[in-house]
């Protein structure tokens, strides 16, 4: 049987289109963008094409493009060269409980560094309160960092909201839309986002391809130093190929947002009704009217999300769960502890994100497979019904 690809924040195929405009780059345009000649002259015309294209996805100019390797090391450059560049200013970061780990760990090496964080609470749905980020903002606050939604539990956060109390206070805000970037429509001035973070891959573009925009007059302070490489922000050599192909699945993201986003949301409603119908004790997770239109999460008790999806994996269903595994103990993650969910429960979270190759088909294939691998797990654990 075909495989069926149910984790597309994780691995997302790469589109005809994108492939075509990365070929160049790994074959005869071997040119650096920085270069006085020939070669370089085209590798920096795809360099700023690609620049507009990924700007004009999020209402942004392309002056305020900067292209990095992956969506975590625009949220490392974010977070950790806003800080540093605007210390003097104060020392306070106001941060979601429900972020990625690559803006978590950023705000606890700050916190090493001397800042300090504060962390709103979220409610049930994985929801922060813009009346308590209001409270909290100080006059040392120099930044709020707010996921514009959730790749665990697929929560929309009410960007909109945040960035109008940021901009009000003369805070900075900044938000990481990898998961929501080319299927919500995103608008940076009309949202008074001051940094927002991307990844190609989630977009149908190359692994390790991502784009911080950063608001003209916002300064941050490089991580990776050593050339004058994207406003000397990210020194090393352009990697052409990377950025071309991102640049292409930007502009094909920004063409078709709203036919995608229309074709992954049926799916997913169907994914949604047909798992809380056939597998009792399952709890949705995650807004269920404000969530990202491909994303479906469940908390499945009595048995643990990663024997769930090693089953499902037998039938060639591929998904991930919210939990993580240590050395020495599970856990449950951060962003279910947020919410309050059960721990133990919370051990059976699974997380699934459609894409656009996706099928009704493939959502049959896999309503069919998830009860019966329920069943047979529930039958072993010594949590579940007798």
Known sequence: MKPVNFDHLACSPLLPEVREAMLPFLSENIGNPLSRHLFGEKAHDALEEARNNTAALIGASADEIIFTGSGSESNNLAVKGFALANAKKGRHIIASPVEHHSVLHPLKRLEKEGFE?????????????PEELSLLIRPDTILITATS???EIGT???SGEIGRIARSKGVAFHTDSVAAAGLLEIDVNRMNIDLLSLAGNVLYGPQGSGALYIKKGVRIAPLIEGGIQEKGLRAGSHNMAAIAGMGAAARLAKEKLSE?????RSLRDKMISGVLKSVPDTVLTGDPVDRLPNHASFLIKYIEGESILIDLSFSGIAGTSGSTCSSEALKVSHVLSAICADPVFAQGSVVFTLGIDNTEEEVDIFLKALPQAVERLRKMSPLGQK
């Open 156 to 158: 929309i956060e009410p």
């Open 117 to 129: 964080i504060t962390y709103l609470k979220a409610d049930r749905n994985g929801k922060v309160s």
């Open 149 to 151: 939604a959730s790749g």
């Open 260 to 264: 995608r986003s229309a074709f992954v």
